[in-house]
């Protein structure tokens, strides 16, 4: 009974998370299907790479193709690839390269309500799941030998669209389908590398407790990281508020949030525009100091600062 236990859990932990569709040998690594917390790549930080003429293996593409007309291209017996004809050309010309393939989605951003945008993000991943497995099916039926591997990822349509967003007219269907990510070989490489990876950092701004005043002594540090952000225009900066534990969780929200408001003031009086400064409210969650002493309640009752 004791054994029988044992390998029932064993079952239940050791499931597997990879969606794969591979010829040959079956590899024993487990591989997410999702690609987590990368919701700010801007399109503009991958023209130099992403052109869409001819493939090497060192390189990540990006393709526009409608990743939910999968189903439908592949019960023809030609299908018209239309933007994703390139790919199958290379694809059938190199049968034994190996692929990793990302479905891009976001979620409309006049979406505010959190339950409705949750239900989408879940409803959107499952859909682009099922649409690239029924490709990567397909191949294996046609007896194609690239192994695949198969990714959903998020991001924020502002950023991908770059400051166009702002400007131009916003689409209204409320899932958007972006497109693929592609990379062709065994090499490991980051298929969403941070839009901001090679940014300056930033210092918290820290607060009295049950106060939410921005002292006169961080204005040197706010006129360099307004400056730096008018310099650097492809940068946007979010500034999270925390508190330390004393209070109601509404209470320390509301005052993280205030804070928040309170940087974001300063900055949008040192030039920098609106839309390019995002706040979020995290209350007393994330501690990073000791909230049963004073020097400990100082560091957590904090802005902090992330270039993105």
Known sequence: MKKFAIVLLAMLFLQPVALMAQSGKKTTKEVSPFIEGKKKVRRVDYDSIWKFTTFDQKKVYFNDFDYTLFPEMCEHRNPDWGSFQPVMNFLQTQPRTPVRMVAVYAINPNIKEASQRNALIAQAQQEALECIQTFADWCTNKEMKNKMQLFVAQVDYRYWQGTDFFVNQQPNDAVIHVGLVLFFGTKKIDLFPSAAADARTFHNIKFFPNDATV???????????????????????????????????????????????????????????????????KGSSDPIGDNNDYEGRISNNRVSIEMQ
């Open 215 to 281: 002292q006169e002594s961080y204005d040197p540090m706010l006129d360099e990281l307004a400056q730096y952000l008018l310099e650097n225009e492809r940068y946007e900066v979010m500034l999270r508020g925390y508190t330390d534990n004393i209070g109601t969780d509404a209470y320390c929200i509301g005052l993280s949030r205030q804070r928040c408001v309170e940087v974001k003031k300063k900055l949008i009086a040192r030039g920098v525009p609106e839309y390019r400064i995002e706040i979020e409210a």
